[in-house]
T-cell receptor, first 116, second 116 residues
């Protein structure tokens, strides 16, 4: 079945360091791909998404490109801040052929800690 | 506007007792999802409701779990004869189903269930 694998954490970085969190997926059809973020004490929030191959999702300085050839959707940020400390989840949903139904399948999550 | 709300925020119960968790989706959202976030299993899909269609219960871990959605709005997740392994954060999400193949899911803050 469909699955998502993301790098294990925790990832600990100094402020202004470059961030990469790897994510690869296995899926039939053409899934949509997402990164969700969970800040301490808060609920899950959509960070960015890409719905087809070669799309680049971006938000708050974070980027991820949908790579069909490598089945990857790695999250990157050029310069992290302390406020980026959170748990990041990579996720996929179905191709949407059924029209609007998009059960999310999540990776295990990667905890990021940024220190000053 | 108001987001997805869930109640209670925390629930502590004794093994063998039944619990009910409530989700109030965003007004106008026709799709509603339940997920579970636990240390051992990560984020797992439980059940999905879309309009008047039969719910997709494929993620429910056992027949002790059930959910209903009344009037196409509020949903209740019921766990009967709770076990310690049911301890987790139960997340609800809702989305508006439109013409797009992807419909963003908005998550509630979750209910933290602890089974003693």
């Amino acid at each position: 079945g469909d699955s998502v694998t993301q790098m294990e954490g925790p990832v600990t970085l100094s402020e202004e360091a470059f961030l990469t969190i790897n994510c690869t997926y296995t899926a039939t059809g053409y899934p949509s791909l997402f990164w969700y973020v969970q800040y301490p004490g808060e609920g899950l929030q959509l960070l960015l998404k890409a719905t087809k191959a070669d799309d680049k999702g971006s938000n708050k300085g974070f980027e991820a490109t949908y790579r069909k050839e490598t089945t990857s959707f790695h999250l990157e940020k050029g310069s992290v801040q302390v406020s980026d400390s959170a748990v990041y989840f990579c996720a996929l949903s179905g191709s949407g052929l059924s029209g609007g139904y998009n059960k999310l399948i999540f990776g295990a999550g990667t905890r990021l800690a940024v220190h000053p | 506007g108001a987001g997805v709300s869930q109640s209670p925020s925390n629930k502590v119960t004794e093994k063998g007792k039944d619990v009910e968790l409530r989700c109030d989706p965003i007004s106008g959202h026709t799709a509603l999802y339940w997920y579970r976030q636990s240390l051992g299993q990560g984020l797992e899909f439980l059940i999905y409701f879309q309009g008047n269609s039969a719910p997709d219960k494929s993620g429910l871990p056992s027949d002790r779990f059930s959910a209903e959605r009344t009037g196409g709005s509020v949903s209740t997740l019921t766990i009967q004869r709770t076990q310690q392994e049911d301890s987790a954060v139960y997340l609800c999400a809702s989305s508006f189903v439109g013409a797009s193949s992807y419909n963003e899911q908005f998550f509630g803050p979750g209910t933290r269930l602890t089974v003693l």
